[in-house]
């Protein structure tokens, strides 16, 4: 169970900036691309903690973090071309995290993770 929430977390780590690179304006200077990298990536990074030590706090904190991008990912599924296929590639993996931390909260005894 461990071992899926935290390929889920880099998974959707990796993905995230692996889409904010392909959808860089080609003209664009690579800073531009490595703010947006840090915009979306830092506040998910730091629940890698609570990820790695399975605290449910944490992990139930993160779902909500991930709905956030969820919401925004539904936005860009009215785009055209490969900016729409990355955002539901991003649902999918989005979901698929939420999901192993919701199973991962419910694997442990109650009260377990608060500290």
């Known amino acids: 169970m461990l071992l899926h929430l935290r390929l889920s977390y880099v ?3 990796v993905f995230l900036v692996i889409s904010l690179l392909l959808l860089n304006p080609a003209n664009a200077p690579i800073s531009v691309a490595i703010f947006w990298i840090v915009v979306k990536v830092v506040p998910l990074l730091l629940f890698a903690p609570a990820v790695w030590l399975k ?13 956030v991008y969820m919401g925004f ?6 785009a055209k071309g490969l900016e729409q296929v990355l955002a539901f590639v991003e649902l999918g993996l989005a979901t698929w995290l939420i999901l192993t931390c919701s199973k991962a909260v419910k694997s442990q005894p109650r009260g377990h993770g608060a500290v």
Not at 61 to 67: G, H, I, N
């Open 11 to 13: 998974l959707f780590l």
């Open 55 to 67: 605290k449910s706090y944490g992990l139930l904190a993160l779902t909500l973090v991930v709905l």
């Open 73 to 78: 990912a539904t936005m860009h599924c009215f």
